[in-house]
């Protein structure tokens, strides 16, 4: 290192070996500069050194001194001081120990006096804002300067901006502590000393300069953007120059390696990116931006990346091998995973069935799905339950795990074939293909090939009677067997199973067979047998005439190119047999009572027809199958399972063409003839069974017979919807319940009516069993307890309903219905039961409570009854109603009431007289019958008497009666009273009619009475008496009989006129009316005819003694007259008399008839006119003379001929005095019947015979107007077809109907006929028409008498046949949509192109993995290219361009497409955003979202922002699949608000929002800690809640520690700093407090004065401490509080020493002493420690004592010295 520059304290100065003593005066003898050979290393800062300095234009060196290497005096009184040595220089100089200073030339030889205020400033506690300003303190020679330096103006300006200094007021103090500087930046200091007077007492010192430090730089943003597998690449928000807080700044990335945070490149400033690549797949690691500036350093938050994984190669060796039928072991390597942290985890391994390998390409099963299982790090796995001889497609793909799922790597496939196993099901279809007495030949069918699992080698077969001993047994490598040897008409069981190399499989269900003998089955040449004939084949009349017997002639014995190989039949396989002589068999039906037929010369190998029949003998062959009682047979083996049987085909019963080589069984459920039928082949079997049939359905069946081998033929055809002839029925399964249950009483009493629907299913219910029973009383909701069921039952029904009577009143009862069907083993089966509750009517109580009458007197009684109990009331009760009649002979009165109570009182009655009181109850339901009791009221005083007073009758009719009668006199009646009025009594029999109450009148007329009715009149009087209303005695009766009224009119009318026979007859309707219509006892009536001499009667009476009491109001009755004058007029009347009055019927006027005879002769004959008759005829024959005057021509419309029907219409008459008629304005070819009578003289009303003709009249066009419409062929579309409805057959009106058919090809107005042709239906086609042409069509109907009207005209339009597609279709897509344009090719034919039809899709959006495939409304318009707006973002669309041909919208044939995509947009939708509490923390918030909708994409996702108040502007997250996001460095307790939002390809889309609150952390610091002297010197501390973070505060946690006194003594390490515990609510303190921890001081202020102490604050919460802050507090000057010491007087001068530092409490500014003695006292200041005292008397003694002073005050006197003046 060179010279080892050495400093050693030598005495009172700092000697430099080798050079000078520094600070020494004139020490620089010879000018030898300080000669230094190294540098010095930078210290520690907490040692209080700072770093060397190197300036570049010359070697300096820079040292600190340390404490104890200063001195009070000399060249080194900085007590903070550095030395700069300057190299060759020889020059001592000082700096601030900071920044590069130049050098200042001091001279080595400087007197102190001069040199006191020249010392430097001294800076420590130098950071970027702040410093320490300290200086040498004042010492007593510059107090003594005049004018005296009393304090400090220290000014500080920044180096370079022009501003002059700022003047900073210090105390006489010599430090200062500056701040709220700017870091990294250059200022100059002055310190000026200043009098009292604020003027400068000596020049300033010269310029110092200071650079602060560099500030701490800004956190910067630093932020991951993407990562890929092998890159990640950060976002960075640079720093401005502002946020450097230095003029200099290195940023630097860092990657954490094992713990330790290394750089690994140095990047700019600027940069807003950075990328870092070679990374691992599936790697994590941290990373960090460092800044740094001269010094200080930040760093950004840590990154936490994981890269992405990289999806794996592909596996090695794989391989499978087949370890069962169904089992594949799968192995593999696992693919090289040497450059990848990524882990293979699992492999997927998919395989799908190829093919069954004994199954042909055309029979391989439908595509199955692939099948997938997963291994975890295992390098095989077995396949299991596969298919049994099999190839699988298998595929290895490992899988490495990846967010949210796994990363699949490239898949390796292979082929896997499964091993053979025995056959897993049996042989298929087996049936009994031949039988004979000894043999039975069965033939199956293979197994499916997918059952087969191998190749087929042969098939083992058992068969065995039914004793179970095998009969045979054997293999074979066919699918057939013929068994021979067995026994005759025995029944085996055969069963089959399939061999394959690997074993036996199952073998088939048994077959049970039985051995037979077949018959004749046409073997050989057997003659020709005619059983019968048939009429038709079709139905129809056949071709060859009828009658004629036929035969199918089989196809070998028909003719073969051109030559006959047989007998001459006819090519189409016919024989025609021509019919026998014999007679037709007389026998109903049957071959047993038909002829046997003929036979013919030649014989053929052929069985007749089946199903042949004569016609006069019946259905004598009946088809096979046809007859269930002969054919088939059903056993029931449950439910819907049965065991079809069918007979063997029989020669003789069938007559078929045979041989029948097997059967086949046909079945379908009835009404389902949209089913198809099932086809069972049975081969020779004749039985099956079928299982799971519906229950209770009726099924369909037929057993058809084959024939032939192969394909066979089948002998009887039937269509496939044909009714099949033999129905069976399955049984019933189980019943549902009955459906819509209801209940209702009708209104009707003790009677509920219930109803229900059928079940649903298939079973048919036999009945219904119901049970009822009472739950309860509705009357007596609180006596009948708990609810009860007594049932009653169970009944039965047929019907869907019941009704219940005899069922108590007001009562709910349950009522419950089972349904009951058949049960197929005999017995029944209950369907599930349905309950339902109902309640009965409310009916009137059964009873009236009976009342008792409680008390009575003259006017009025109380009357009392009981109340019924709940089970009498059947309802609910309302109300008790009475009536109280009193009566006195013919009078009374009544008095009517109700009420709710027992007891009722009845004022204003009479006085003696007796009454009845009826009572009622009244419910909810009606009225109970009456109770009644009667009374009498008690007496009053003496009645009124009076005597009978005689009635005298003045008028009577048959109504009314008038009577009188003389006044009551007293005298002779003997009575007393007066009179108040006369009363009348009118009564028939015992029957009273009414009371009148005449008043005073003496006399009244009674009316409104009944007609010969005998009356009985009473009269009594009513007086005024002691007790109103006494009634005197009743006269006799008077009895007076009413006269008879008119009786009704009678009617007459003559009933019947008589025809020639009767010409002397007539017969006469009477209508006398009953008895209560003669108005009398009696009524004589009388039949009288009209004379010469007027009016007499003609005949007996005619009312008898049974038309009494009849119940009509007229009685009928026939009389005959005869010997009547033919051709006569006569009159009849009838007379009714009885009592009083005589009445008649109008009078009858008629004339007799005489003998006619029919017309002669009558022709009927059309005219020249349509719808015109001629009519003409002879006259009649004439008898009795009767003239004949006209003659009645009745014509009725009989029939149309175009029509095929007769009717009978009448259409109308006319009469005519002539022979001949004609009738116009009939209809136009009809056919009509003409009447013609006779009319005689003087009546037109007789009904002589008429003559008959028929006629028919000339016809005419057609009428009516069709409607044609059209019909386009979709086959043909240049072809239309016209159709319309037959013309109603009344409109033809003549023969022959045809149709004219017109077609028009219409262009605007014009009409060009294109064809016409005539049609005998109702249709008309027209081909080869033009495309696109506008046609019009027009249908005339016409007969033989010409054209009628033309149809309204229809129109139709071609389509077009050649239109060319649109071309060129090309899209552009825009922001507001696509535009799309397209040509098109020119159009042939008449097509115009009205528009086009632009059809288009939604496919896929595609942000989205999935298809929509969603149907767009189509756009129609005229030009070739359209903007298509509104669509859905990024999405893909396909559109087709379709031509319209017309405004109609048809569109032509041929279309285009074209695929486009939608322009992208800005996202439409937010993240759904939430704060993840179980990841918060005090000082980060986890966030957590959902992505968005694909559909709201609307673009390539580029990255997600975001940002919050806890962050500096929006950061990007490129990793789509990130869903959450940590913001780290926030504020514990406080509330951020974090929004993320989509960004794509565009823009950015909404901000999805979410809020969070950090949990509780420590309490923070930034207390705005400050202190207070106050006047008592005592310091106060105060402080304010935290400004760092609102977290609560529980405590505060307060230190005080001495730093500094005035002593300079060196604080010793280790000295303990004093703290208290505050409440959390406080915020100030006396510091003395603190010291002493919350104590009082026993020794008053226990603070160092003119001290600095420390003060520490942090808060305290339940998480923990806090940071501290600081505060440097400086205490006041006190007086001191020790005394000077050692006092010595030495000549004349008395001297002391400095009071103790301890106790100075300050800078001791002066001393007052005190001199006593010799009869002086005085008292002076002195600034120095010593005193020189004159005038002293020699040999006096004195008295002496001192005390200090400090700014504050003089401290405690010292002891007094005494001593004596020597001489």
């Known amino acids: 290192m060179g010279t080892i520059f050495k400093l050693l304290l030598i005495g009172t100065a700092l000697l430099a070996t080798d050079g000078c003593i520094l600070g020494s005066t004139n020490m620089c003898n010879s000018g030898t500069p300080l000669m230094f050979g190294g540098r010095i290393q930078p210290l520690p800062r907490d040692g209080g050194l700072v770093d060397p300095f190197w300036n570049n234009e010359g070697r300096r060196f820079v040292f600190l001194v340390p404490p104890g290497g200063r001195r009070n005096g000399g060249g080194l009184r900085g007590a903070r001081g550095v030395i700069v040595i300057n190299e060759g220089a020889g020059r001592c100089s000082r700096g601030n120990g900071q920044c590069p200073i130049p ?217 499978s091998e087949s370890t069962s039928p169904q089992t594949l072991n799968v192995s593999w390597t696992p693919p090289d995973m040497s450059d990848t942290a990524c882990e293979v985890v699992s492999y997927r391994i998919q395989y799908s069935l190829v093919g069954h390998m004994s199954c042909p390409l055309d029979e391989q099963p439908a595509d199955e799905a692939h099948q997938v299982v997963y291994t975890e790090r295992d390098t095989s796995i077995p396949l299991i339950q596969l298919e049994h001889y099999a190839e699988y497609n298998i595929s290895i793909t490992p899988l490495v795990v990846a967010p949210g799922g796994s990363t699949a790597g490239e898949a390796v496939s292979l082929i896997g074939n499964t091993s053979s196993a025995a056959p897993s099901e049996a042989p298929r279809e087996v049936i009994l293909k031949g039988v004979a007495k000894t043999q039975l030949t069965f033939r199956w069918r293979p197994p499916p090939c997918t059952t087969q699992n191998g190749v087929i080698t042969g098939y083992a077969y058992v068969i065995a009677d039914n004793s179970g001993e095998m009969s045979n047994s054997g293999t074979v490598d066919t699918t057939s067997v013929k068994i021979s040897d067995l026994d005759q008409d025995t029944e085996y069981t055969f069963k089959v199973a399939a061999l394959t190399s690997a074993g036996i499989g199952p073998y088939s269900s048994p077959v049970k067979e039985t051995t037979r003998s077949r018959g004749n089955e046409c073997s050989g040449k057997q003659p020709l047998q005619v059983g019968g004939m048939l009429s038709s084949l079709t139905g129809d009349t056949p071709p060859w005439g009828s009658g004629q017997p036929i035969f199918i002639v089989p196809h070998h014995l028909r003719s073969r190119n051109g030559r006959r190989t047989g007998p001459p039949f006819r090519p189409g396989g016919i024989i025609r047999i021509k019919r026998s002589t014999q007679s037709p068999c007389s026998g109903s039906s049957g071959a047993a009572n038909c002829p046997t037929p003929p036979e013919i010369t030649e014989s053929m190998d052929v ?279 009193q009566s006195w002979e013919y009078d009374g009165l009544e008095i009517n009431g109700t009420t709710t109570e027992n007891t009722v009182e009845i004022e204003g009655l009479i006085a003696y007289a007796n009454f009845t009181f009826e009572l009622q109850i009244h419910s909810t339901g009606g009225a109970a019958p009456v109770s009644i009791i009667s009374g009498r009221t008690d007496s009053s005083t003496e009645l009124f008497h009076s005597n009978l007073t005689v009635l005298v009758t003045e008028n009577v009719t048959s109504s009314s009666v008038t009577l009188s009668w003389r006044a009551w006199d007293p005298e002779i009646d003997n009575g007393t009273g007066t009179v108040q009025s006369y009363i009348i009594s009118v009564s028939q029999g015992d029957n009273l009619i009414d009371i009148i109450d005449a008043g005073l009148n003496l006399s009244v007329t009674v009316e409104s009475l009944d007609f010969d009715t005998m009356y009985d009149f009473r009269f009594f009087i009513v007086a005024r008496g002691p007790v109103p209303g006494v009634r005197g005695l009743i006269s006799d009766p008077h009895f007076v009989q009413t006269h008879c009224a008119v009786p009704s009119r009678p009617g007459l009318e003559l009933k019947l006129l008589p025809k020639t026979e009767l010409l002397n007859k007539v017969i006469l309707k009477l209508q006398i009316p009953g008895e209560a219509g003669w108005r009398c006892r009696n009524l004589a009536a009388h039949l009288q005819k009209e004379g010469d001499g007027g009016w007499t009667n003609d005949g007996e009476q005619l009312i008898n003694n049974y038309m009494k009491g009849t119940e009509t109001d007229y009685y009928e009755d026939f009389v005959q007259r005869e010997d009547l004058v033919p051709c006569s007029e006569v009159a009849y009347r009838v007379q009714l008399v009885n009592d009083h009055h005589t009445v008649y019927s109008e009078p009858l006027r008629f004339t007799t008839l005489g003998k006619l005879s029919n017309v002669r002769d009558l022709t009927v004959a ?153 049609a005998d239906s109702e249709t008309c086609t027209f081909e080869n028409l033009k495309a696109c042409g506008n046609y019009s069509f027009r249908v005339t109907p016409g007969n033989d008498y010409g054209l009628g009207n033309v149809s309204h005209e229809v129109t139709a339009r071609i389509s077009a046949t050649a239109l060319g597609p649109v071309e060129n279709i090309s899209t552009v897509v825009l922001p507001e949509g696509v535009a799309v344009r397209w040509e098109r090719d020119e159009v042939s034919g008449l097509c115009p192109v009205a528009g086009y039809k632009l059809n288009y899709m939604l496919q896929r959006q595609q942000a989205c993995r999935y298809c929509i495939d969603e149907v767009q409304r189509p756009i129609y318009t005229n030009g070739t290219s359209y903007l298509i707006e509104n669509l859905t973002a990024f999405s893909t669309y396909k559109i087709n361009i379709s031509v319209q041909l017309d405004e109609q919208g048809s569109v032509g044939l041929v279309l285009r497409e074209k695929i486009f995509t939608s322009k992208s947009t800005a996202p439409t939708e937010a993240p759904v955003v939430r704060v993840d509490t179980s990841l918060s923390k005090s000082q980060s918030l986890t966030f ?280």
């Not at 800076?123 to 040498?136: A, C, D, K, L, Q």
């Not at 936490?304 to 090695?316: L, S, Y």
């Open 103 to 319: 050098a200042t030339d001091i001279p080595c030889e400087m007197p102190i006096s001069d040199t006191i205020l020249d010392e430097p400033l001294i800076f420590s506690n130098i950071t970027s804002t702040s410093v320490m300003v300290t200086w040498e303190a004042l010492d007593e020679k510059a107090r003594q300067r005049n004018p005296p330096i009393t304090w400090y103006a220290l000014k500080i300006r920044e180096v370079g901006s022009g501003e002059s200094f700022p003047s900073i007021p210090v105390s006489s103090g010599a430090f200062h502590r500056v701040g709220e500087l700017t870091p990294d930046t250059l200022y100059q200091f002055q310190l000026v000393p200043m009098s009292e007077d604020v003027t400068e007492v000596i020049n300033p010192l010269r310029n110092q300069t200071m650079r602060t430090l560099c500030g701490v730089p800004s956190t910067p943003s630093f932020l991951e953007s993407s990562t890929t597998s092998r890159s990640v690449t950060f976002d960075i928000i640079p720093l401005t120059p502002d946020d450097w807080q230095c003029s200099d700044l290195t940023t630097t990335l860092q990657v954490l390696n094992d713990y330790v945070w290394e750089d690994i490149r140095p990047i700019e400033n600027s940069a807003t990116s950075v990328v870092v690549d070679g990374l691992t797949p599936c790697s994590s690691y941290s990373y960090r931006l460092k800044l740094s500036n001269l010094h200080e350093t930040s760093h950004s938050d840590a990154q936490d990346i994981t890269t992405d994984e990289e999806a794996p190669g592909e596996v090695t060796s794989a391989s």
């Open 607 to 885: 069985c007749p027809l089946a199903g042949s029949a004569d016609e006069n003998c019946g259905a004598a062959y009946p088809r096979f199958s046809y007859d269930r009682e002969d054919v088939m047979s059903f056993v029931r083996l449950d439910r819907t399972e049965v065991k079809v049987t069918w007979r063997d085909w029989s020669l003789t019963k069938d007559r078929g063409v045979g041989p029948v080589t097997g059967y086949l069984l046909r079945y379908r459920r009835r009404h389902q003839r949209i089913e198809p039928v099932i086809e069972i082949p049975k081969g020779m079997s004749l039985y099956h069974e079928l299982f799971n049939l519906t229950a209770n359905a009726d099924y369909e069946f037929e057993v058809v017979a084959l024939k032939g081998e192969g394909r066979m033929e089948i002998i009887q055809p039937r269509a496939m919807d044909a009714e099949l002839p033999v129905l069976y029925r399955t049984g019933c399964g189980e019943l549902d319940p009955v459906q819509n249950l209801t209940v209702t009483n009708n209104g009707e009493y003790g009677t509920l009516v219930v109803s229900w629907d059928t079940p649903i299913g298939f079973c048919t219910v036999q009945y219904y069993e119901y049970v009822y029973g009472e739950l309860s009383m509705k009357a007596c909701p609180d006596e009948g307890g708990e609810r009860h069921f007594s049932p009653r039952g169970p009944f039965d029904t047929t019907e869907n309903n019941i009704t219940l009577t005899y069922l108590g009143d007001y009562t709910e009862y349950n009522i419950s219905i089972i349904p009951v069907t058949l049960d197929p083993e005999g017995g029944y089966l209950n369907g599930e039961e349905t309950s339902i509750v109902g309640t009965t009517s409310e009916n009137a109580p059964t009873r009236t409570p009976t009342p008792t009458l409680t008390t009575t007197n003259p006017t009025s009684v109380v009357i009392s009854w009981s109340n019924l109990s709940c089970w009498e009331m059947a309802g609910e009760f309302t109300m008790y109603s009475y009536i109280l009649r």
């Open 1166 to 1318: 059309e005219t020249e006119e349509p719808g015109e008759l001629f009519v003409d005829w002879e006259v009649p024959e004439v008898i009795n003379n009767c003239p004949i005057t006209s003659y009645i021509v009745e014509y009725n419309l009989f029939g149309t001929p175009t029509c095929q029907r007769n009717i009978k219409q009448y259409i109308d008459s006319k009469i005519v005095n002539e022979t001949q008629a004609r009738i116009p304005d009939l209809e136009p070819y009809r056919h009509y019947t003409i009447e013609v009578s006779p009319v005689l003289t003087g009546y037109a009303g007789n009904v002589p015979e008429r003559e008959y003709g028929i006629g028919l009249t000339r016809g005419h066009e057609p009428i009516g107007i069709l409607e044609p419409v059209v019909e386009i062929n979709a086959s043909s579309i240049r072809e239309l077809k016209f159709s319309w409805r037959e013309l109603p057959c009344e409109t033809h009106n003549g023969p022959n109907l045809t149709y004219l058919c017109e077609l028009y090809l219409t262009n605007g107005r014009r009409h060009i006929l294109e064809d016409s042709m005539v």
């Open 1488 to 1767: 957590k979202w959902n992505p968005i909708n694909c559909t709201a994409l609307n673009g390539i996702f580029k990255q997600y922002t975001f940002k919050s108040n806890g962050t500096k502007g929006e950061i990007g997250i490129s990793n789509r699949r990130r869903r959450s996001r940590t913001l780290p460095n926030l504020i514990p307790c406080t509330t951020y608000q974090f929004q993320i939002r989509v960004v794509n390809s565009i823009g950015g889309g909404p901000f999805g929002s979410a809020f969070g609150t950090t949990a509780i952390g420590k309490p923070g610091r930034d207390f705005s800690l400050s202190s207070e002297t106050r006047d008592d010197k005592t310091v106060i501390l105060h402080w304010q809640r935290s400004a760092q973070n609102p977290c609560p505060i529980d405590h505060y946690v307060i230190g005080a520690l001495l730093t500094d006194d005035l002593c300079e003594e060196v604080i010793p390490r280790g000295h303990e700093r004093e703290e208290m515990t505050l409440a959390g609510t406080v915020t100030s303190i006396r510091l003395e407090e603190i010291l002493m921890n919350g104590n009082d001081p026993e020794d008053g202020n226990n603070l160092k004065a003119r001290s600095i102490y420390q003060v520490t604050l942090r808060a305290r919460n339940s998480i923990g401490d806090g940071e501290e802050d600081f505060l440097e507090v400086r205490t006041p000057e006190l007086a001191p509080s020790g005394s000077p010491g050692a006092i010595a007087q030495v000549m004349g001068t008395i001297s002391w020493s400095e009071v103790p530092c301890k106790e100075r409490n300050g800078v001791i500014v002066d001393y007052e002493f005190a001199l006593s003695g010799d009869g002086i006292v005085r008292t002076d200041v002195s600034t120095r420690k010593e005193v020189t005292l004159t005038g002293l008397v020699a040999g006096s003694t004195y008295s002496f004592k001192v005390r200090a002073g400090t700014s504050a005050g003089y401290g405690p006197w010292s002891e007094e010295v005494h001593f004596q003046v020597n001489e």
